[in-house]
């Protein structure tokens, strides 16, 4: 095991040195700078050119890209070109907004969706099975973040239940929980869809398997057939999409953010890019590339645990 | 089915767990919905209006201010006299006057404040207003006097703006994340994506201001959540309301008070002076005579929005309108690109940022512009970033679109490399002399000259003067309808009991 955790880690670095270069070189192509932007219409070239000078920006490339590097290893991302402080906390104030916010609808999406698809599965061909199809399909053609509109209207506008969107701040640990509710739901009962027809493809795919029958012929319980034999054996896919949807929850949630007003990292990505902010986006964009890494190597090491035969072997 | 059985049991367990807020005790405190958060908090050294719409009047104030209709009116100084010459001006500086940190107002600040923005180094966005200024002598703590190196006419206007404003040596650094200002609310705190804290100054130097004790600046972004914030009660208004096609739904209901006031945003569909056919005067009027300025405003903005005839909006000093100079007349405007040898038409590109008002007006001005036979083609130009490459420093373009926030914006078209590459030595004279001219009337006269040739020479397509949009709760006194400079100003305002 500590030979490949090693070899994993090496790997990570790796790839992450890469994707380091790669994000580097293509937001240094992209048109536009920070300086003239913040200056505005109004400004001319040689004050342009003195904040140019203040931010740094008139350094050669291959000078930002090692300074960049070298702050990665020491943990100073450098200072945000339009926020003007730590890019660090800038991103630690939104994560602690997207992780819980994006756990929150991991679980709407897997409390939801895997019952449901196994629930569908042993009584295929049966009406839960037409309805779970029907609510699934909804689901996946229904876009989040329009989800969230109607969330709105119907609980905050209309009832009053909710705030409508915002976020207090985890001061208020209820009232920032309160704030998520309706941003999770809205993101994860899309995912919980796409788990519905995962889970109740995989399960009725394993079903169909000798070892399914062998223990149906033995004479087990129906329920400790469907539980233990055909369940277990059918989440090997449903894990890999769930780790996918977990990238996605943190990198993606940007359309229900805005709808629902929360500052998470999705919003701080979109909001540097479009100010060409590149000191915060290339470490946001470094930090999903990590994170996809990271979330792959789970999804592996869960494998390990579903499966023995792959522990044996490994 | 079983997704909303969940989603029940949780909304039962928030509702039983929900505090009951907001209750109905003399209000003192204002949640104030903006559409954009600012990068920072320091007006004088970036340009973003969002900057200004916290801070202005608010945490930082300048020697002078603007009032509701865009008149100077004294701040920090009480009084200025101006010299014969219109060269040397001398403020009378406000006594008693601290800044939040408890550094005292006085002469040496005006001195460091003025240097500062006019410094070899400085990044302030607007550094040309303080060019003019040779030096500042401080004879005593409440006098400053300003000499200047030419006649400068709008010198006391432009210290009325974000960039002017006063501030402390000790947190110039600092300003940018925590403002130290002499203004009524001083800076609390800033939960970055959320919200900016301001809370009452109780040492502020004019007693009895402000009433409020605190206010709460909310950034929304999105429109939909604008609206949905309002509707749920979660903030107290917004200002610069952005969905102008929900703002009749709000004029209707009694809790709000929408008000459609002024601003100094001007649309304006930019072409390429240089670049032919847009050299030829006769095509430029041809074009601005195809357009039904009203039906662009009914579309781009809901029917919000004052349609303009030149580069100057309503809430700028001397402005005349001028939309009688080209009004829509499609058969003139055939008969004009005939004479300029272009019956059939032309075909052009029009490069127009994505924002959805802007959008929609290049849409529209796109198909007045085929009734006359003239094709555009639209790109969509990323705002900022692209379209200040691309279009702004590039001069990339042919036909553009974009909204001109800044107010008494005139003199750009006398700006040797500005993007509309416009050249007209009369022009320039004229702004040169206006510029030189310290008496109002008359400077006004010569910017009301100088409009009517932008007017009549259209190097820019005038299109209309933008609303400022403001849903408030009906019971809020004070807000300012009009905006001109683009600013929040919460310094009177005050609940109804």
């Given at each position: 095991?500590?030979?490949?955790?090693?070899?994993?880690?090496?790997?990570?670095?790796?790839?992450?040195?890469?994707?380091?270069?790669?994000?580097?070189?293509?937001?240094?192509?992209?048109?536009?700078?920070?300086?003239?932007?913040?200056?505005?219409?109004?400004?001319?070239?040689?004050?342009?050119?003195?904040?140019?000078?203040?931010?740094?920006?008139?350094?050669?490339?291959?000078?930002?890209?090692?300074?960049?590097?070298?702050?990665?290893?020491?943990?100073?991302?450098?200072?945000?070109?339009?926020y003007?402080v730590?890019?660090?906390?800038?991103?630690?104030e939104?994560?602690v907004v997207?992780?819980?916010?994006?756990?929150?609808?991991?679980?709407?999406?897997?409390?939801?969706?895997?019952?449901?698809?196994?629930?569908?599965?042993?009584?295929?061909?049966?009406?839960?099975?037409?309805?779970?199809?029907?609510?699934?399909?909804?689901?996946?053609?229904?876009?989040?973040?329009?989800?969230?509109?109607?969330?709105?209207?119907?609980?905050s506008?209309?009832?009053n239940?909710f705030s409508a969107g915002g976020f207090p701040g985890w001061g208020q640990p209820l009232a920032a929980?309160k704030a998520?509710?309706?941003?999770?739901?809205?993101?994860?009962?899309?995912?919980?869809?796409?788990?519905?027809?995962?889970?109740?493809?995989?399960?009725?795919?394993?079903?169909?398997?000798?070892?399914?029958?062998?223990?149906?012929?033995?004479?087990?319980?129906?329920?400790?057939?469907?539980?233990?034999?055909?369940?277990?054996?059918?989440?090997?896919?449903?894990?890999?999409?769930?780790?996918?949807?977990?990238?996605?929850?943190?990198?993606?949630?940007?359309?229900?953010?805005?709808?629902f007003d929360l500052p998470?990292?999705?919003?701080?990505?979109?909001?540097?890019?479009?100010?060409?902010?590149?000191?915060?986006?290339?470490?946001?964009?470094?930090?999903?590339?990590?994170?996809?890494?990271?979330?792959?190597?789970?999804?592996?090491?869960?494998?390990?645990?579903?499966?023995?035969?792959?522990?044996?072997?490994? | 089915?079983?997704?909303?059985?969940?989603?029940?049991?949780?909304?039962?367990?928030?509702?039983?767990?929900m505090a009951c807020l907001g209750s109905a005790v003399a209000k003192d405190t204002l949640t104030l919905g903006l559409p954009v958060e600012p990068t920072g908090l320091d007006p004088?050294?970036?340009?973003p209006v969002a900057i200004r719409e916290v801070t202005w009047g608010n945490v930082f104030e300048g020697?002078?201010t603007?009032?509701e209709?865009?008149?100077?009116?004294?701040l920090l100084?009480?009084?200025?006299?101006?010299?014969?010459?219109?060269?040397?001006?001398?403020?009378?500086?406000?006594?008693g006057v601290r800044f939040h940190n408890g550094t005292?107002f006085?002469?040496?600040?005006?001195?460091?404040?003025?240097?500062?923005?006019?410094?070899?180094?400085?990044?302030?966005?607007?550094?040309?207003?303080?060019?003019?200024?040779?030096?500042?002598?401080?004879?005593?703590?409440?006098?400053?006097?300003?000499?200047?190196?030419?006649?400068?006419?709008?010198?006391?206007?432009?210290?009325?703006?974000g960039?002017?404003v006063m501030v402390d040596?000790?947190t110039?650094?600092a300003n940018r994340t925590e403002p130290v200002g002499t203004g009524p609310f001083k800076f609390k705190s800033w939960q970055r994506g959320i919200r900016v804290e301001l809370v009452r100054n109780d040492d502020y130097w004019d007693a009895g201001v402000p009433r409020l004790a605190a206010v709460t600046f909310r950034f929304i972004d999105?429109?939909?959540a604008q609206?949905s914030a309002l509707r749920a009660g979660d903030v107290d208004g917004v200002y610069r309301f952005?969905?102008?096609?929900?703002?009749?739904?709000?004029?209707?209901?009694?809790r709000f008070n929408?008000v459609?006031?002024?601003?100094?945003?001007?649309?304006?569909?930019?072409?390429?002076?240089?670049?032919?056919?847009?050299?030829?005067?006769?095509?430029?009027?041809?074009?601005?005579?195809?357009?039904?300025?009203?039906?662009?405003?009914?579309?781009?903005?809901?029917?919000?929005?004052?349609?303009?005839?030149?580069?100057?909006?309503?809430?700028?000093?001397?402005?005349?309108?001028?939309?009688?100079?080209?009004?829509?007349?499609?058969?003139?405007?055939?008969?004009?690109?005939?004479?300029?040898?272009?019956?059939?038409?032309?075909?052009?590109?029009?490069?127009?940022?994505?924002?959805?008002?802007?959008?929609?007006?290049?849409?529209?001005?796109?198909?007045?512009?085929?009734?006359?036979?003239?094709?555009?083609?639209?790109?969509?130009?990323?705002?900022?970033?692209?379209?200040?490459?691309?279009?702004?420093?590039?001069?990339?373009?042919?036909?553009?679109?974009?909204?001109?926030?800044?107010?008494?914006?005139?003199?750009?078209?006398?700006?040797?490399?500005?993007?509309?590459?416009?050249?007209?030595?009369?022009?320039?004279?004229?702004?040169?002399?206006?510029?030189?001219?310290?008496?109002?009337?008359?400077?006004?006269?010569?910017?009301?000259?100088?409009?009517?040739?932008?007017?009549?020479?259209?190097?820019?397509?005038?299109?209309?003067?933008?609303?400022q949009?403001s849903i408030l709760d009906a019971r809020l006194k004070g807000m300012w309808e009009?905006a001109?400079i683009s600013e929040a100003y919460v310094r009177d305002a005050y609940w109804e009991d």
């Amino acid at each position: 095991m500590p030979a490949i955790l090693l070899r994993r880690l090496a790997y990570f670095v790796a790839t992450l040195l890469v994707a380091s270069l790669v994000i580097f070189v293509v937001l240094d192509l992209l048109p536009g700078n920070a300086a003239a932007i913040l200056l505005g219409t109004s400004a001319r070239p040689d004050t342009i050119a003195a904040l140019q000078q203040q931010l740094g920006l008139d350094q050669p490339a291959w000078w930002r890209y090692l300074s960049w590097i070298r702050g990665l290893f020491t943990g100073d991302l450098g200072r945000s070109l339009t926020y003007g402080v730590p890019v660090s906390g800038l991103m630690a104030e939104r994560l602690v907004v997207t992780i819980p916010l994006a756990l929150l609808a991991l679980l709407v999406a897997v409390g939801a969706g895997v019952p449901m698809g196994v629930w569908a599965a042993a009584r295929w061909r049966k009406l839960p099975d037409h309805a779970a199809s029907v609510v699934a399909q909804m689901g996946i053609a229904i876009p989040d973040f329009w989800l969230g509109i109607l969330l709105i209207l119907f609980f905050s506008t209309g009832l009053n239940w909710f705030s409508a969107g915002g976020f207090p701040g985890w001061g208020q640990p209820l009232a920032a929980l309160k704030a998520l509710v309706l941003p999770a739901l809205a993101l994860g009962l899309p995912q919980a869809a796409i788990l519905v027809r995962v889970t109740r493809a995989s399960v009725l795919d394993v079903a169909s398997q000798d070892f399914v029958r062998t223990a149906e012929a033995k004479g087990l319980p129906a329920r400790q057939v469907l539980w233990r034999h055909t369940v277990r054996n059918a989440l090997l896919p449903v894990v890999t999409i769930v780790g996918l949807q977990f990238s996605f929850l943190i990198a993606g949630a940007v359309l229900v953010e805005n709808v629902f007003d929360l500052p998470g990292i999705g919003l701080l990505a979109y909001q540097a890019l479009s100010q060409r902010d590149l000191v915060t986006i290339r470490s946001v964009t470094l930090f999903f590339a990590g994170l996809v890494i990271i979330v792959n190597f789970l999804v592996d090491l869960s494998y390990l645990w579903l499966d023995p035969r792959l522990r044996a072997r490994g | 089915m079983f997704g909303s059985s969940l989603k029940l049991r949780m909304m039962m367990m928030m509702v039983s767990t929900m505090a009951c807020l907001g209750s109905a005790v003399a209000k003192d405190t204002l949640t104030l919905g903006l559409p954009v958060e600012p990068t920072g908090l320091d007006p004088t050294i970036s340009a973003p209006v969002a900057i200004r719409e916290v801070t202005w009047g608010n945490v930082f104030e300048g020697l002078v201010t603007l009032d509701e209709e865009g008149e100077v009116q004294p701040l920090l100084a009480t009084a200025w006299d101006v010299s014969e010459d219109g060269l040397t001006y001398t403020f009378r500086l406000r006594d008693g006057v601290r800044f939040h940190n408890g550094t005292p107002f006085d002469s040496s600040i005006v001195k460091f404040s003025l240097d500062r923005a006019r410094a070899e180094d400085s990044t302030n966005a607007q550094k040309q207003f303080f060019e003019p200024i040779a030096s500042i002598d401080t004879p005593d703590p409440l006098t400053a006097v300003v000499h200047l190196k030419q006649p400068t006419g709008l010198f006391v206007y432009h210290l009325a703006w974000g960039d002017a404003v006063m501030v402390d040596p000790a947190t110039v650094d600092a300003n940018r994340t925590e403002p130290v200002g002499t203004g009524p609310f001083k800076f609390k705190s800033w939960q970055r994506g959320i919200r900016v804290e301001l809370v009452r100054n109780d040492d502020y130097w004019d007693a009895g201001v402000p009433r409020l004790a605190a206010v709460t600046f909310r950034f929304i972004d999105d429109a939909q959540a604008q609206a949905s914030a309002l509707r749920a009660g979660d903030v107290d208004g917004v200002y610069r309301f952005t969905a102008p096609e929900l703002f009749d739904a709000f004029q209707k209901d009694d809790r709000f008070n929408a008000v459609a006031g002024l601003s100094p945003a001007k649309i304006v569909a930019g072409m390429n002076n240089a670049r032919a056919p847009f050299d030829q005067p006769k095509v430029r009027q041809a074009m601005m005579s195809a357009i039904d300025r009203q039906a662009v405003i009914d579309a781009a903005y809901s029917g919000h929005g004052v349609p303009i005839g030149s580069h100057y909006a309503p809430t700028d000093p001397g402005y005349v309108d001028l939309t009688d100079v080209w009004p829509y007349d499609p058969d003139k405007a055939r008969a004009l690109l005939q004479e300029a040898g272009h019956a059939d038409g032309f075909k052009a590109s029009m490069k127009c940022p994505q924002m959805s008002y802007v959008m929609r007006t290049c849409e529209m001005v796109q198909a007045f512009l085929a009734e006359v036979g003239i094709q555009l083609k639209i790109e969509t130009s990323e705002f900022p970033a692209k379209w200040i490459e691309d279009v702004f420093i590039g001069h990339n373009f042919e036909v553009t679109a974009v909204n001109h926030a800044e107010p008494m914006d005139i003199d750009i078209y006398s700006r040797p490399n500005y993007y509309f590459q416009y050249k007209n030595p009369q022009f320039n004279a004229l702004i040169a002399q206006a510029g030189a001219t310290v008496d109002e009337d008359e400077r006004n006269a010569l910017y009301a000259k100088a409009q009517e040739i932008l007017a009549e020479q259209v190097p820019a397509l005038y299109i209309f003067g933008m609303p400022q949009l403001s849903i408030l709760d009906a019971r809020l006194k004070g807000m300012w309808e009009n905006a001109p400079i683009s600013e929040a100003y919460v310094r009177d305002a005050y609940w109804e009991d």
